[in-house]
């Protein structure tokens, strides 16, 4: 497993309602579930070496679902902060929110924002939670911010201007439920990524499907548009 071990994981949490479906149970038992297996695998990402975990937990497209459904979302999330900070400090990683604030309710800014200085010098595993976030509008945001600056950019410098500035781009990105698709997520980012697709639901994903995974990446040949060596 330490060979090749990715530096960043970025992983698209997918398949929480379908869970619930098949089971004849509300979304939101789906939901709460789905906590549970984040809980695990972000413990075990550390525990195995893993520098940065990327979550996506909620994108922008996501205030479009019903309304109970993100309220639900919005509680668990709550939850999810209150109860784990502190076992996120004891475990020496540090907490970064990426995405977009001005519509996520005050309390949970505060919350988020508690966190982050709670566990700000840590230096075990980075954990990176995508909220209410979405790739073309984090590429917006910095062109807009760029233009401010009236100067023409680097890559370098572009890279600094979005929500992930200071976090090496993805090795790689994983998406369970058996889409296909990367749905708006660190696009930027995600160049020279190698994509992992699991048909497993992310209730289901367990510490072996991420070891599988990884093991998938490490057999990969990344060589950046350049010819293989002999």
């Known amino acids: 497993m330490t060979d090749l071990l990715p530096k960043h994981v970025a992983i698209i949490m997918d398949g929480n309602g379908r869970w619930a479906k098949a089971r004849r149970l ?3 038992m789906g939901h709460k579930k789905g906590v549970d297996t984040t809980k695990a695998i972000v413990r075990h990402a550390g525990k195995i070496g893993i520098e940065y975990l990327t979550l996506y937990a909620f994108s922008t497209e996501n205030w479009s679902r019903p309304e109970d459904e993100i309220n ?18 004891k475990n020496n990683v540090r907490l970064r929110v990426i995405g977009a604030r001005d519509r996520l309710s005050d309390d949970i800014v505060k ?16 954990l990176n939670v995508a909220l209410d976030y979405g790739g073309r509008q984090e590429i917006l945001k910095a062109v807009n911010d760029a233009v401010k600056l009236g100067n023409l950019i680097d890559e370098e410098t572009f890279s600094n201007m979005l929500f992930t500035t200071d976090i090496p781009d993805p090795d790689v990105l994983i998406r369970t439920s058996g889409e296909m698709r990367i749905s708006n997520f660190l696009l930027w980012q995600c160049a020279y990524t190698e994509f992992v697709f699991s048909d497993v639901l992310w209730p289901d994903f367990s510490t072996d499907e991420l070891n599988k995974a990884i093991s998938e990446y490490q057999n990969r040949d990344r060589r950046y548009g350049r010819v293989e060596s002999n």
């Open 111 to 126: 919350m988020i924002e508690n966190v982050e200085g709670m566990t700000a010098d840590n230096t075990g595993l980075n």
């Open 26 to 28: 509300p979304r939101t």
């Open 72 to 89: 639900d979302l919005m509680g668990l999330l709550r939850v999810f902060l209150k109860s784990e900070a502190a076992d996120l400090h």
